[in-house]
């Protein structure tokens, strides 16, 4: 079984790595970062299944860079690490979309316990889908790690992108209908998340044009077909 990986990203030397070698025994696969600069460039480049940010960072501090992520990935788990205690501090990590807050000093227990509540819930709502990889053409899209793998290389999805991509490929070369996509994705088919979804399937199209064997056609009045010659 594969090990949960985590991106941590305090600048704190000490500090971040006793929390590295403690995450580490207890059988996370720890990156560590020193500052928000190198903590947003390694999870460009690397799949994370939580966090954890300290706030007070030089060159990026933890609220941009947790801005920055959810930009990209609106459901990764974010743990908020700080030595401020600032009912206004607490507040704007949440806004920014926090899953969670410790104050400094805590315990490693305290932060592990957060942790496993967290990664309990989160696995609970991913246990629905049943498949992690969908081939079509030259792409392999692994819906667990939210990457299209293609001739180009590997590119990483935002959810939304990632679960519209899911969707048409559980479906490849029958219609999806409009409807039936938006609320499974958006919730309700509004004609706000409608323009919204064809922002995304737009962004999509312009992935697969490095096989001209696949695309998404359109039918109008119906919805959208994935194809594969």
């Known amino acids: 079984m594969s090990k949960t990986k985590i ?75 700080t030595a401020k205690n600032l009912k206004e501090d607490v507040i ?19 932060l592990l316990m957060r942790i496993s ?13 049943a498949l992690k990889t969908y081939t079509f053409g030259a792409f392999v899209l692994h819906y667990d790690k939210q990457q299209l793998e293609g001739p180009e290389g590997f590119h990483k999805l935002t959810s939304k992108e990632n679960e519209l991509l899911r969707l048409l490929a559980a479906s490849l070369n029958e219609t999806v209908s ?25 962004k999509i199209r312009k992935l697969l044009k490095a096989d001209g064997g696949v695309q998404i056609i359109t039918l109008h009045g119906e919805g959208f077909k994935l194809v594969s010659n």
């Open 92 to 110: 704007q990590g949440f806004r920014i979309g926090a899953d969670d807050y410790i104050t400094k000093p805590f315990s490693m227990e305290e």
């Open 7 to 81: 991106l941590l990203v305090e600048d704190d030397p000490n500090l971040g790595e006793i929390l590295k070698e403690y995450l580490g025994v207890k059988g996370f696969e720890v990156t560590l970062c020193r500052d928000g600069e190198e903590g947003w460039n390694k999870y460009k480049k690397d799949y994370f299944q939580v966090c954890i940010l300290d706030v007070m960072m030089p060159k990026k501090d933890g609220f941009t860079l947790g801005k920055e992520i959810r930009k990209v990935e609106e459901n990764v788990p974010i743990i908020y690490l």
């Open 178 to 202: 409009r409807s039936f996509a938006l609320k499974q994705i958006w919730g309700d088919d509004s004609y706000f998340n409608a323009r919204s979804m064809d922002v995304y399937l737009s």
């Open 117 to 129: 509540a967290i990664l309990r819930r989160t696995q609970n709502q991913g246990e629905k889908t």
